[in-house]
């Protein structure tokens, strides 16, 4: 089936270290984005990239890194800069830049 | 400053129809309006998109007037099942202009 498939559903992070969240989509779009949602709010942009090997920083990116090796891939790094990274988080990616499709989302703990 | 607005939260009784209405200033002329909705520890989904005047589908009917600052989601008897987090959104250049969301609380 097509779709975007995020991992782990589930993920906690110790105090000081990196985390990577995966991202994936088999439905050939060229722009991938990264979202955080706090509970109960709505979503804020992270990084975004519009084409492999290219992206751009959103409204909250600091703490957070990306890469785009691939057209298929989106992942996102959550560095020990990001000091409140408990969240949850939503990769997304669109073609036509009117539609937005959404993973299931990561849920992302630190103990 | 492109901005969107909702009303925060909404009650509603199974079999009523629910307005949910969404102002957007700024929007531009090739955008379009989408709603999603949004059940507790999952993504968006899709609900409806339109340009301009009247679009519906198995689901939902979205209103949109001429001058386009403003969308309508219509959500024909609801039931308990309706109950989540409904978000407006359009287009921004390269990126994607969210609402705050409306909490819809579908009551029995």
């Known amino acids: 089936d097509g779709g975007i498939t995020q991992s782990p559903k589930y993920l906690f992070r110790k105090e000081g270290q990196n985390v990577t969240l995966s991202c994936e989509q088999n439905?050939?779009?060229?722009?991938m984005y990264w979202y955080r949602q706090d509970p109960g709010q709505g979503l804020r942009l992270i990084y975004y990239?519009?084409?492999?090997?290219?992206?751009q920083k959103g409204d909250i990116a600091e703490g957070y890194s990306v890469s785009r090796e691939k057209k298929e891939s989106f992942p996102l790094t959550v560095t020990s800069a990001q000091k409140n990274p408990t969240a949850f988080y939503l990769c997304?990616?669109?073609?036509?830049?009117?539609?937005?499709?959404f993973g299931e989302g990561s849920w992302l703990t630190v103990v | 400053l492109a901005k969107t607005t909702q009303p925060i939260s909404m009650d509603s009784y199974e079999g009523q129809e629910v307005n949910i209405t969404c102002s957007h200033n700024?929007?531009?002329?090739?955008?379009?309006i989408t709603w999603y909705q949004q059940f507790p520890s999952q993504g968006p989904r899709f609900i409806i998109q339109?340009?301009?005047t009247k679009v519906t589908n198995e689901v939902a009917s979205l209103f949109i007037p001429a001058d386009r600052k403003s969308s309508t989601l219509s959500l024909p008897r609801v039931s308990l099942s309706d109950t989540a987090v409904y978000y407006c959104?359009?287009?921004?250049?390269?990126?994607?202009?969210f609402g705050p969301g409306t909490r819809l609380s579908v009551l029995p």
């Open positions: 997304a990616s669109t073609s036509s830049g009117n539609t937005i499709y």
């Open positions: 439905l050939n779009h060229d722009a």
């Open positions: 990239s519009q084409i492999v090997n290219d992206f």
């Open positions: 700024n929007i531009a002329t090739n955008d379009y």
């Open positions: 339109g340009y301009k």
């Open positions: 959104l359009y287009t921004r250049g390269q990126n994607f202009v």
